[in-house]
């Protein structure tokens, strides 16, 4: 694995944090991570401080000016604790305090991964791309916008020019919005799967997989270990906090409930399938496995993705648009 330059004065910034990878490591090999590449099928062993990082990528100063370093602020409030947090799980001891670590760390993983920056680029270029056009033809039809980029509009149109979203105004969008996907998480009911077979639970870049039915609200699995995955599906709608609401709110005692179950082998190679699908490169696993490593290959051009929707509106110049979020295996350029 080619070392990444470091730029001058940079931290290397994980944003899969090295306490959760540490929980799945050989202790054969000294905590060492057995490693699978998807975009080549290689395997090689790595340690967590290797993998899953970037340059100062806790810090945002050019979309964040007033507090650049507020993504690495709210990761410093679970990362710590997440070994703690990991032992109250497995002893069935976990605290109102322990429900909000995890959550907000599964929120740190829904949103601030690589993976999901380049799925929230793609909405939101997909989303400006379609309202220009409408508003280029609502000019057209109607007038009465002089300063729209017309010209600009139908270059655009003709593929002569393309939006590209800043990753890096995407990522402070998301990074406030953090808080309010742990305060959705918190509340749900949640269901910590307990595997004792010979088919360990694997992690990889993306740890957070998602299985997102038609039109239905989707589930969220997070390996914790090897032998523990927490499974939360989202039924339970949240309002939004805001500053006036948020010190109160988390203080209070979540409303969802927290039940233990055990897997089959069956059930925890279908969830290691679902990890391996939703990863952006790199899966993880505690110990080698020709089992794992042609899991890669077989999956490896899969990842999440959205997938935009299109209906007809009762009104003549109304339409009604969406987002959905699917894992799946995108077609191949021709």
Excluded at 45 to 61: A, F, H, I, R, S
Excluded at 248 to 270: D, E, F, L, M, W
Excluded at 274 to 301: E, N, P, W
Aim: proline fraction near 7%; include cysteine; glycine fraction near 6%.
């Amino acid at each position: 694995m080619a070392p990444r330059k470091r730029p001058s004065g940079a931290t290397r910034d994980h944003f899969v944090a090295q306490t959760y990878l540490r929980h799945f490591g050989d202790p054969n090999k000294g905590g060492m991570l057995h490693a699978y590449r998807k975009s080549d099928h290689a395997y090689f062993p790595c340690w967590p401080t290797d993998v899953c990082y970037e340059w100062d990528g806790d810090l945002n100063p050019g979309f964040i000016t007033n507090r650049p370093e507020l993504l690495g602020d709210l990761r410093k409030t679970f990362e710590p604790v997440w070994a703690l947090v990991v032992g109250r799980l497995l002893s069935k001891s976990v605290t109102d305090g322990d429900k909000l670590a995890i959550s907000g760390y599964m929120a740190n993983l829904m949103t601030s991964t690589p993976a999901w920056r380049r799925v929230s680029v793609e909405i939101c270029n997909h989303d400006l791309r379609n309202y220009l056009i409408l508003a280029k033809k609502m000019q057209e039809k109607h007038g009465g916008n002089d300063e729209l980029p017309v010209e600009a509009i139908a270059m655009m149109e003709r593929g002569e020019i393309t939006i590209k979203t800043d990753q890096n105004y995407v990522k402070a969008v998301l990074t406030k919005k953090m808080i309010n996907h742990a305060w959705v998480l918190y509340n749900q009911d949640w269901i910590v799967l307990q595997n004792d077979t010979a088919a360990p639970f694997i992690t990889s870049d993306n740890p957070v997989a998602i299985l997102n039915p038609d039109f239905g609200q989707a589930n969220r699995y997070l390996p914790v270990t090897p032998h523990l995955c927490v499974l939360i599906p989202c039924r339970r709608h949240m309002p939004s906090l805001t500053e006036d609401t948020i010190s109160q709110a988390i203080r209070s005692a979540p409303q969802g409930h927290i039940a233990y179950g055990k897997v089959t082998a069956a059930q925890a190679r279908a969830i290691n399938r679902l990890i391996t699908q939703c990863a952006d490169d790199l899966v993880f696993s505690s110990a080698q496995s020709s089992g794992i490593a042609a899991l890669v290959k077989k999956y490896g051009r899969f990842r999440v993705d959205a997938e935009f929707l299109e209906f007809p509106a009762r009104e003549e110049e109304a339409i009604y648009q969406g987002v959905t979020i699917r894992v799946r295996e995108p077609p191949i350029p021709r």
